[in-house]
């Protein structure tokens, strides 16, 4: 038994960690296994029900109350699919490749702490399977070895669509892991430190959301880049590659590829939660009231926080199309890259001016803010503009031979106003069915 | 210096496992099974620095050379495609001599290197500050000039690749999706430009509504003796259809007379 250290100085929650027994780890291991289990099952049929709503049709609703069953039906069926196995395939890195994508991303879920000090069984711990002191490495590591399940598996499938998805994972991963890690370095700047706990730990005067937006923006866009979730689903962007890296596989192994996807989901959602968003803290007007970041309650929040953003997720699927490839690697290099290495060297700046002269005022820092835009601003102005490059107007193409082309000021007509939703056994008068574009105008 | 249990026996493991990951790099025939081997060795040094207490350099190791250079590795074998073997013919004289003599230098060298150190006791001085802290300070501080001499060395060796590259090529102008869709609705239809399907000129999507032909008038075809026969009435007069029934074949005829070298693609 080490002494602890007090609590709320940077390691005590290591030290808290460290004295659990054997029993309690294990348990610990075996809640955060079958949460994200569960996590997974219910994300899914979140996903559809979301996705279906924004689509104008109900989703799954027949399994189950409210259709919840329906992913746990799903994953049944799909393990009682015939495995199959291409013959050009390359056996043991076809067979390695989804184990390889699926236990880094339950491993990565281990630094992430759930809550504060409890009290289990009369053992005094963290809400928390790990917490090494340099916590958030063990995320990037665990995302970089993932990605080596994709990468392989389309390699090993030896088919040519599977293999442009492995290819572009692969060059997908190189680009948005650095803009995740030099979104991250901001946070650590702050917190002094690389332990999730002790970043928890530092947020509690105020959230990095607020401190540090532009790393938080940054970390949001390469989070999706990096969980291959649409619209950067470009690995297995099924309308150009099938189905991508997952093309040849079926049955379980299959269901290992998409219960990556969702823990992956989870994991950084969590970890978005932890770095920006306080933990487990509660949010502002629940946080005045006293005892409410204690006990079991902060678990709460902090799922809670973590659906935020696996809802922005679902919704980000839902709205935007696919991004083309020179787009999507356009957007980390040239953009994405170069704004957080820039924003570091000011957050690294305000820090040594911090350090030097002691605590410098929110109004000091707000003024040189303030100068600082306008001096841009001004510059931006004196700035030769751009010549334009046409009058603005596009010439109407001609006809060609007899067949026309729709006028450039083409009319769409508008959208039907939407209904009630009434799915089965519907009570209102179905006023739609018939001659929608009539009643139009009515 | 004395190893605590869990070292050795994380040692005795780790070990076994990265040799046989150098060993399988070696003489694996496959390019990609290769690369895999020395990701095996790389994760296992990895996990052997975490067992020297120096979980940052281990986490580092990962994340910087299984994560992304491995990965760059494994995309350029990738490309190089599954059957490529290596080529026998070689291209440089003498090349296999000054490897092989090379090689056998680094490895005296190395051997001698090692065999120097075992005799000698290790300093078991603690590293000032944290694990993160001791390492920043040695390579901000005491080792920066050889650092900021690498990183220019690096990048340096970055830009001249991309120089070769891109070196002798014009620089052409982007083509913009703009341009390319004004240029194809501009330019011959027959050549490029693909006709707009069935539907693009619908204003409602009922079937009650007739489809138009490309020449706005509605399509005969379209029109249903079940669905809104007033509907059906009123358009029948419209397109000048006498009996309904008709429509079928005589609008038909008609067309083909009319536009005989569009119909093709439309009915």
Same mark, same amino acid.
């Given at each position: 038994?080490?002494?602890? =250290?007090?609590?709320?100085?940077?390691?005590?929650?290591?030290?808290? %960690?460290?004295?659990? /027994?054997?029993?309690?780890?294990?348990?610990?291991?075996?809640?955060?296994?079958?949460?994200?289990?569960?996590?997974?099952?219910?994300?899914?049929?979140?996903?559809?029900?979301?996705?279906?709503?924004?689509?104008?049709?109900?989703?799954?609703?027949?399994?189950?109350?409210?259709?919840?069953?329906?992913?746990?039906?799903?994953?049944?069926?799909?393990?009682?699919?015939?495995?199959?196995? /291409?013959?050009?395939?390359?056996?043991?890195?076809?067979?390695?490749?989804?184990?390889?994508?699926?236990?880094?991303?339950?491993?990565?879920? !281990?630094?992430?702490?759930?809550?504060?000090?409890?009290?289990?069984?009369?053992?005094?711990?963290?809400? $928390?399977?790990?917490?090494?002191?340099?916590?958030?490495?063990?995320?990037?590591?665990?995302?970089?070895?993932?990605?080596?399940?994709?990468?392989?598996?389309?390699?090993?499938?030896?088919? =040519?669509?599977?293999?442009?998805?492995? %290819?572009?994972?692969?060059?997908?991963?190189?680009?948005?892991?650095?803009?995740?890690?030099?979104?991250?370095?901001?946070?650590?700047?702050?917190?002094?430190?690389?332990?999730?706990?002790?970043?928890?730990?530092?947020? $509690?005067?105020?959230?990095?959301?607020?401190?540090?937006?532009?790393?938080? +923006?940054?970390?949001?866009?390469?989070?999706?880049?990096?969980?291959?979730?649409?619209?950067?689903?470009?690995?297995?962007?099924?309308?150009?590659?099938?189905?991508?890296?997952?093309?040849?596989?079926?049955?379980?192994?299959?269901?290992?590829?998409?219960?990556?996807?969702?823990?992956?989901?989870?994991?950084?959602?969590?970890?978005?939660?932890?770095?920006?968003?306080?933990?487990?803290? !509660?949010?502002?007007?629940?946080?005045?009231?006293?005892?409410?970041?204690?006990?079991?309650?902060?678990?709460?929040?902090?799922?809670?926080?973590?659906?935020?953003?696996?809802?922005?997720?679902?919704?980000?699927?839902?709205?935007?199309?696919?991004?083309?490839?020179?787009?999507?690697?356009?957007?980390?290099?040239?953009?994405? +890259?170069?704004?957080?290495?820039?924003?570091?060297?000011?957050?690294?700046?305000?820090?040594?001016?911090?350090?030097?002269?002691?605590?410098?005022?929110?109004?000091?820092?707000?003024?040189?803010?303030?100068?600082?835009?306008?001096?841009?601003?001004?510059?931006?102005?004196?700035? /030769?503009?751009?010549?334009?490059?046409?009058?603005?107007?596009?010439?109407?193409?001609?006809?060609?031979?007899?067949?026309?082309?729709?006028?450039?000021?083409?009319?769409?007509?508008?959208?039907? /106003?939407?209904?009630?939703?009434?799915?089965?056994?519907?009570?209102?008068?179905?006023?739609?069915?018939?001659?929608?574009?009539?009643?139009?105008?009515? | 210096?004395?190893?605590?249990?869990?070292?050795?026996?994380?040692?005795?493991?780790?070990?076994?496992?990265?040799?046989?990951?150098?060993?399988?790099?070696?003489?694996?025939?496959?390019?990609?099974?290769?690369?895999?081997?020395?990701?095996?060795?790389?994760?296992?040094?990895?996990?052997?620095?975490?067992? $020297?207490?120096?979980?940052?350099?281990?986490?580092?190791?990962?994340?910087?050379?299984?994560?992304?250079?491995?990965?760059?590795?494994?995309?350029?074998?990738?490309?190089?495609?599954?059957?490529?073997?290596?080529?026998?013919?070689?291209?440089?004289?003498?090349?296999?001599?000054?490897?092989?003599?090379?090689?056998?230098?680094?490895?005296?060298?190395?051997?001698?290197?090692?065999?120097?150190?075992?005799?000698? =006791? %290790?300093?078991? !001085?603690?590293?000032?500050?944290?694990?993160?802290?001791?390492?920043?300070?040695?390579?901000?501080?005491?080792?920066?000039?050889?650092?900021?001499?690498?990183?220019?060395?690096?990048?340096?060796?970055?830009?001249?690749?991309?120089?070769?590259?891109?070196?002798?090529?014009?620089?052409?102008?982007?083509?913009?999706?703009?341009?390319?869709?004004?240029?194809?609705?501009?330019?011959?239809?027959?050549?490029?430009?693909?006709?707009?399907?069935?539907?693009?000129?619908?204003?409602?999507?009922?079937?009650?509504?007739?489809?138009?032909? =490309?020449?706005?008038?509605?399509?005969?075809?379209? %029109?249903?003796?079940?669905?809104?026969?007033?509907?059906?009435?009123?358009?029948?007069?419209?397109?000048?259809?006498?009996?309904?029934?008709?429509?079928?074949?005589?609008?038909?005829?008609?067309?083909?007379?009319?536009?005989?070298?569009?119909?093709?693609? $439309?009915?």
């Amino acid at each position: 038994m080490n002494p602890l =250290p007090p609590p709320g100085t940077p390691g005590y929650t290591q030290a808290l %960690l460290a004295n659990d /027994p054997l029993w309690l780890t294990i348990v610990k291991v075996v809640v955060v296994f079958a949460l994200l289990l569960v996590m997974t099952l219910f994300m899914i049929w979140l996903e559809r029900r979301v996705v279906g709503r924004m689509q104008q049709r109900p989703g799954p609703n027949w399994n189950g109350p409210f259709g919840l069953l329906q992913s746990l039906a799903d994953g049944l069926k799909l393990a009682f699919k015939e495995d199959i196995r /291409p013959v050009l395939a390359d056996k043991a890195v076809f067979f390695l490749a989804p184990v390889i994508s699926t236990i880094p991303a339950f491993v990565a879920f !281990a630094v992430i702490p759930l809550g504060p000090e409890v009290s289990i069984f009369g053992h005094h711990t963290a809400l $928390q399977v790990a917490d090494l002191p340099v916590g958030i490495l063990v995320v990037l590591a665990c995302s970089s070895v993932g990605v080596y399940g994709i990468v392989l598996s389309g390699w090993a499938s030896g088919s =040519p669509y599977p293999l442009l998805g492995s %290819l572009r994972s692969a060059a997908q991963v190189i680009s948005y892991e650095l803009a995740l890690g030099l979104s991250i370095i901001g946070v650590v700047l702050y917190a002094g430190s690389l332990s999730t706990a002790d970043i928890v730990a530092a947020q $509690q005067s105020g959230w990095y959301i607020w401190l540090l937006p532009v790393s938080f +923006i940054v970390f949001a866009i390469s989070m999706v880049g990096e969980t291959n979730r649409a619209p950067f689903d470009l690995p297995e962007a099924e309308s150009e590659l099938v189905g991508g890296f997952h093309t040849e596989y079926s049955s379980l192994k299959f269901a290992l590829f998409f219960l990556a996807e969702y823990v992956n989901m989870v994991t950084l959602s969590a970890v978005a939660t932890t770095l920006f968003l306080g933990g487990w803290m !509660a949010p502002w007007p629940l946080s005045l009231i006293p005892g409410v970041n204690s006990g079991w309650l902060p678990v709460v929040w902090f799922i809670s926080k973590m659906f935020v953003f696996l809802f922005v997720y679902i919704w980000l699927r839902g709205t935007l199309p696919r991004q083309r490839y020179d787009q999507f690697m356009r957007l980390g290099w040239k953009i994405l +890259i170069p704004v957080s290495l820039v924003w570091i060297v000011a957050v690294a700046t305000l820090r040594v001016l911090r350090n030097q002269y002691g605590t410098i005022s929110a109004p000091v820092v707000l003024m040189v803010g303030a100068v600082v835009l306008v001096v841009a601003i001004v510059v931006a102005l004196m700035l /030769p503009d751009r010549a334009a490059e046409d009058d603005g107007t596009v010439a109407e193409p001609p006809v060609v031979g007899t067949y026309p082309v729709p006028p450039l000021d083409l009319t769409v007509p508008a959208s039907p /106003p939407r209904r009630r939703r009434s799915v089965a056994g519907s009570t209102a008068p179905e006023t739609a069915a018939v001659g929608s574009g009539q009643k139009e105008d009515a | 210096m004395t190893t605590s249990i869990g070292e050795a026996v994380g040692f005795w493991i780790l070990g076994p496992v990265a040799l046989a990951g150098g060993l399988g790099m070696v003489f694996s025939r496959n390019a990609v099974h290769s690369a895999l081997w020395l990701v095996l060795t790389m994760l296992s040094l990895g996990l052997i620095y975490m067992l $020297q207490t120096a979980p940052f350099l281990g986490f580092t190791q990962i994340i910087v050379y299984t994560g992304a250079i491995m990965m760059l590795f494994v995309f350029v074998l990738m490309m190089v495609g599954r059957d490529a073997s290596d080529s026998v013919v070689e291209v440089l004289r003498g090349q296999r001599v000054a490897a092989a003599v090379l090689g056998i230098g680094l490895a005296g060298l190395m051997i001698g290197a090692v065999a120097q150190s075992v005799g000698v =006791p %290790l300093t078991t !001085a603690a590293p000032t500050g944290s694990n993160v802290g001791g390492l920043g300070l040695l390579v901000f501080q005491r080792y920066l000039l050889a650092f900021e001499l690498t990183s220019a060395l690096i990048i340096t060796g970055a830009v001249g690749a991309m120089v070769y590259t891109f070196a002798g090529r014009a620089r052409s102008k982007a083509i913009t999706q703009k341009e390319r869709v004004a240029d194809r609705l501009r330019g011959p239809l027959e050549k490029y430009g693909s006709r707009s399907g069935p539907g693009v000129f619908a204003t409602a999507d009922s079937v009650a509504t007739p489809a138009l032909l =490309p020449d706005g008038s509605v399509a005969p075809e379209s %029109l249903s003796a079940i669905i809104e026969a007033t509907a059906r009435e009123r358009l029948g007069h419209a397109t000048g259809l006498s009996r309904p029934g008709d429509e079928h074949d005589t609008a038909a005829h008609s067309h083909h007379a009319e536009r005989g070298e569009i119909q093709g693609s $439309q009915t």
